[in-house]
């Protein structure tokens, strides 16, 4: 969605504005922290899963969030709100990526002890702008929430040892899985940047092709579209690649960067369906890990 420029609004300490060149997700939301003695905007964004640097632009350059069909309200919720707000775009995007309308699917009611329906999606995935919320329309059920909605084919019987299918992925999106380079293994890709924006970057390459199920498990765990604490699924943290513990800068959280067929040599004992399953297991990140 084009964003109206230039922006002719003044705005005020504590608004909640969006810079013309972010990605329209509530992410990416930002609030308003004071003013230069130029006149130009400091801003900050107000999820803390962004950099929680100060950044400064002209005034022209930043956005009402309802001109991109985002509500200004959520900058102002709580991060546990504002990070549920992403991961529904996020499995929107993921959604309508992979499934198209007329899928077979099976509906969870998490309200009844009914029996599951069966039924099939009538249009693709959207995500509420001004709810935030995620549904699929199904033919004679109405609109679900995609948290309740599953691939019929894909179908996940039990979160201790889900059925893995031995099919190769589709070319994901680019943040997640681009099939660039062709082989036996998978590699993970990942980096760690601190609050300074320092980055390093680190991998680790498991036995297995990755298959579509054990990429949506993996996309499903992982935090705000990117974000996930290496430790909780036995991958190594890269902190400590950037020198000593700062307690300023440093945090747990590290960016899925691409996940991918590679003819490397596995680096990690365990198999990328081992993999998947652990990250299908987390319940909550803890961010609360000792990396000092």
């Given at each position: 969605m084009s964003k109206p420029l230039p922006n002719n609004k003044k705005w005020n300490k504590g608004d909640i504005v969006i810079y013309y060149a972010d990605p329209p997700e509530p992410r990416f939301l930002r609030v308003v922290k004071g003013f230069t003695d130029q006149g130009l905007v400091k801003t900050q964004y107000t999820s803390k899963t962004q950099p929680r640097t100060v950044e400064v632009h002209d005034m022209k350059y930043l956005v009402g969030p309802r001109s991109v069909d985002l509500n200004p309200q959520w900058g102002k919720d709580s991060q546990e709100q504002q990070n549920t707000y992403q991961a529904n775009y996020d499995r929107v995007r993921h959604w309508n990526f992979l499934y198209q309308a007329g899928t077979d699917v099976r509906l969870v009611d998490p309200d009844h002890d009914a029996n599951d329906l069966i039924g099939v999606t009538c249009t693709p995935a959207m995500f509420d702008?001004?709810?935030?919320?995620?549904?699929?329309?199904?033919?004679?059920?109405?609109?679900?929430?995609?948290?309740?909605?599953?691939?019929?084919?894909?179908?996940?019987?039990?979160?201790?040892?889900?059925?893995?299918p031995d099919a190769p992925p589709p070319e994901y999106d680019v943040d997640l899985a681009l099939p660039v380079a062709d082989g036996p293994n998978t590699v993970f890709r990942y980096r760690y940047r601190d609050g300074d924006n320092y980055k390093i970057?680190?991998?680790?390459?498991?036995?297995?092709?990755?298959?579509?199920?054990?990429?949506?498990?993996?996309?499903?765990a992982i935090d705000s579209r990117c974000w996930f604490i290496p430790q909780q699924v036995g991958m190594e943290p890269l902190q400590k690649e950037l020198g000593d513990y700062d307690a300023e800068s440093d945090h747990v959280w590290h960016e899925v960067g691409q996940i991918t067929f590679t003819t490397e040599e596995p680096t990690d004992v365990r198999t990328i369906s081992e993999l998947a399953k652990q990250f299908y297991r987390i319940e909550q990140w803890d961010d609360t890990i000792d990396i000092s």
């Open positions: 702008r001004e709810t935030g919320e995620a549904y699929v329309g199904v033919l004679r059920q109405g609109n679900w929430d995609l948290k309740f909605v599953f691939v019929e084919k894909e179908w996940i019987t039990t979160k201790a040892d889900p059925p893995l970057h680190g991998q680790a390459v498991f036995a297995g092709r990755i298959t579509p199920t054990e990429m949506s498990m993996i996309v499903g």
